[in-house]
């Protein structure tokens, strides 16, 4: 029968040879391709604790691996011991029990970037949390980054205005710095961080708002407030909440800075605020101890300097060729009983170009933002201030400090001279144009026209209760009958002595009622 059917065959098909050439061909390719696979690993789960997971086998499991569990669940390779593995787990363990298969993935963690993150709220794996659908996102970046070599950057020149006027007057920030925010909890730092991301809606600036360990209502509460003002079309929120796994809040921001680091890339500027990295570090601290990884000072493990170190050195300013963006970092660090020199606060301290202190004490005399401008300072960001806050900010912070210490001083005496008398009364009325309530950020020219008609003298005579209506009147003369000159404030141009003198004539003109009104009661 076999001679038969073969020879029927042959005659079907005239070409035997080359039809046995090809169908050879093809096996080899199939053989090459098969090869060339890695066999599936299974390891077996043996343990499992809050957002930790053990588990044996996977020897060619890689650091920081992505590990797929059932039911969807996916973790990181954090501990490779000899005899077991150390998952930190990115969902609620509730499905999971010792037995359970274990997988690879062959990718480390990685989040989807691009524009169409605009706008939408997100967790650390990137999976939506604004109920708006999938995010489409075509392209993903690893969340753990080399921070950029030194050649690539370039000097910080450029100011990121807040709209804050004792930061950008006296505590400015450029764009690709790391300026930190510090406080006791309650004192108005998310506030700060906040107005500096609204007032980006004018200055082409990329925001991104990373929330770690907050409260679920505290973020909506954010994001509502933003997306009202219109901040939500240039931003992005990165939410791990206070319910979230640690290890979902061990790596936000690092996913949110990949996703900043993509809009830098392609020329953009960025702003991020981590909100906040006590928090942060305290995850981590967790995450580490299950791991029995050894506690060094107050429990935190060795490398939590190194932690974020690497996270904030990303922050930058690219060179042209390279770029030219920029990502400026605002982390929030919470201090207990103004302790700055605290284990954490110490650490940021010391990886950031600066740091805005805000006191409790300011906070609850009502002074806000209740910012302590001589705890605070600014490493960089001078170099990069409008040439035209030189002419006042000088001058403002040494008379708002000598007045700070007058103050103290003058509590234990009586009877004052006439020149410590002026001068605690031109700090009082300094310290009230400083204040500026939450969501009201300010134009370069209008911030201007306010420093330069206190440090000029030109509020001496106004009541201090009458000080922000002086301001409003002040600032809105100034806009009308000079429209060119703050147009050439807000370009970032040099104010020469003739425009000065121009501003303080017609600040001087508008508030004469004031001066008048303050005569006539006296009289």
């Known amino acids: 029968m076999r001679p038969e059917s073969g020879q029927l065959i042959g005659e079907l098909i005239p070409d035997n040879e080359a039809l046995n050439r090809k169908v050879d061909a093809s096996l080899s390719r199939l053989r090459a391709h098969v090869n060339s696979l890695e066999p599936i690993e299974v390891g077996t789960v043996t343990s499992v604790s809050r957002g930790v997971i053990r588990l044996t086998g996977l020897p060619q499991l890689g650091s920081e691996e992505l590990v797929r569990f059932p039911h969807d669940q996916f973790g990181m390779a954090f501990n490779l011991d000899q005899d077991e593995v150390g998952v930190i787990l990115f969902d609620k363990a509730a499905k999971l029990c010792a037995g359970a298969d274990a997988r690879r993935t062959g990718r480390v963690l990685d989040v989807p970037v691009g524009k169409e993150l605009l706008g939408r709220v997100v967790d650390p794996l990137g999976r939506p949390l604004d109920e708006r659908g999938p995010v489409n996102a075509v392209q993903r970046l690893p969340c753990e980054r080399d921070a950029r070599p030194i050649m690539q950057r370039a000097p910080v020149t450029v100011p990121l205005q807040t709209g804050v006027k004792v930061i950008d007057a006296l505590i400015p920030i450029g764009r690709g710095q790391r300026e930190l925010i510090l406080g006791d909890r309650q004192t108005g730092k998310t506030a700060i961080a906040l107005d500096a991301i609204v007032n980006q809606r004018s200055h082409n600036v990329v925001c991104i708002y990373c929330s770690i360990g907050q409260q679920s209502s505290a973020n909506a509460r954010i994001i509502e407030e933003l997306r009202q003002r219109d901040a939500f079309d240039y931003s992005v929120a990165v939410v791990a909440g206070a319910d979230s796994p640690p290890g979902l809040q061990f790596i936000a921001p690092f996913a949110a800075t990949s996703i900043g680091e993509w809009f830098m890339e392609q020329g953009r500027d960025v702003l991020i605020v981590y909100d906040d990295l006590t928090k942060h570090a305290r995850a981590y601290r967790e995450l580490s101890l299950l791991l029995h990884r050894p506690p060094g000072r107050e429990a935190f493990p060795g490398d939590i300097f190194y932690l974020h170190s690497r996270l904030l050195e990303r922050a930058t300013h690219l060179r042209d060729e390279f770029g030219g963006g920029s990502l400026t970092a605002l982390p929030i660090a919470a201090t207990e009983a103004q302790n700055v020199s605290a284990y954490i606060p110490t650490n940021l301290i010391s990886i950031t170009d600066g740091q805005v202190y805000l006191s409790p004490h300011l906070f609850q005399k009502g002074v806000l933002p209740a910012v302590d401008v001589g705890r605070s300072v600014s490493r960089v960001g001078g170099k990069a201030q409008f040439p035209a806050y030189r002419t006042v900010s000088g001058s ?97 141009k040099r104010l020469s002595d003739d425009d000065r003198t121009l501003i303080e004539d017609v600040i001087r003109t508008a508030v004469g009622a004031f001066n008048a009104g303050d005569a006539e009661a006296g009289g």
């Open 396 to 492: 403002l912070r040494l008379a708002y400090s000598q007045f700070e210490e007058l103050e103290t001083f003058s509590r234990f005496s009586s009877r004052l001279d006439e020149e410590t008398r002026l001068a605690l009364d031109r700090g009082k009325r300094v310290r009230e144009v400083l204040k500026q309530p939450q969501w009201e950020t300010l134009p370069v020219p209008e911030q201007l026209v306010s420093l330069l008609a206190v440090s000029s003298g030109l509020f001496d005579a106004v009541p201090i209760d009458a000080i922000g209506t002086a301001e409003t009147v002040a600032q809105t003369a100034v806009r009308h009958e000079s429209p060119a000159l703050c147009e050439t404030i807000a370009a970032g």
